[in-house]
């Protein structure tokens, strides 16, 4: 019994782990929008021009939104609340997952099958599984930019998402463990992007799995979701 409230302990201690790290690094992304908005703002008003200071205002207010939003959504996740997914497009997840990254950071390869490929999913959660997907391709791919391929098909009564990259790949000696908290490939990682992909994908009654290598030699992960139908 002891054993098993320790285990119970280490697994929401994970949780936690996963959950607050993840909100501190999209709080910091919105922070950095918001601190520079503002100063924008305040130059504008002090050349007495409110009109030119209107559109960052606008954004502002919604990184603000966005912010709760975070919050709302992981700490959802984190008290293991049922999620209400939602026939979404594809295409729109991907493009808000990548919303932050920066330009020249990859190459995006997209392969939909159609290409109007709809999935059953929490728009905000699963758009931070592929971003947690893409920004470690592009972390292991160091100063050279990443060819990232993204393929959406059905497939067996499910939606097979895939992600792929053209980097070194995850090394045989953790590849077994890559989705456990604080498991990390490269240095300075902290091990649980992964680990908080896995959690949305079982959220959504799906799963998660690394293919490797890919066809390019780099990493390919495999995500199955129930059909839309």
Same mark, same amino acid.
């Given at each position: ?10 697994e929401?201690?994970?949780v ?5 790290t ?59 609340e ?5 026939? &979404?497009l594809?295409? $729109?997840?991907?493009?808000?997952? !990548? @919303?932050? /990254?920066? =330009?020249?950071?990859? #190459? ?15 728009p905000?959660?699963?758009?931070r ?20 391929t ?10 097979? &998402?895939?992600?792929e $990259?053209?980097?070194?790949?995850? !090394? @045989?000696? /953790?590849? =077994?463990?890559?989705? #456990? ?18 959690r ?30």
């Amino acid at each position: 019994m002891g054993d098993e409230v320790n285990d119970g302990i280490r697994e929401r201690l994970a949780v936690v782990g996963e959950i607050a790290t993840e909100i501190m690094h999209e709080l910091r992304n919105v922070l950095q929008v918001i601190s520079s908005s503002a100063y924008v703002t305040r130059q504008e008003l002090e050349r007495g021009d409110p009109e030119a200071a209107r559109p960052h205002v606008a954004k502002i207010e919604r990184q603000a939104r966005i912010a709760h939003s975070v919050v709302d959504d992981l700490m959802a996740l984190a008290r293991g609340e049922t999620l209400h997914p939602e026939p &979404v497009l594809l295409a $729109d997840v991907m493009l808000a997952a !990548r @919303a932050d /990254i920066g =330009p020249g950071s990859a #190459r995006w390869d997209d392969r939909l099958d159609p290409r109007d490929l709809r999935v059953r999913a929490h728009p905000g959660l699963f758009a931070r599984l592929l971003h947690a997907l893409y920004e470690n391709a592009i972390q292991a791919g160091g100063a050279r930019e990443t060819t990232i391929t993204t393929r959406g098909r059905v497939e067996a009564g499910h939606v097979v &998402v895939e992600v792929e $990259d053209d980097g070194p790949g995850v !090394r @045989a000696e /953790i590849a =077994p463990v890559i989705f #456990r908290p604080l498991v990390s490939g490269r240095p300075g990682g902290t091990g649980l992007g992964l680990a908080l992909a896995r959690r949305i994908a079982a959220a959504h009654g799906g799963s998660i799995t690394l293919v490797s290598p890919g066809a390019g030699g780099g990493a390919r992960f495999r995500i199955e979701l129930p059909a839309t139908g």
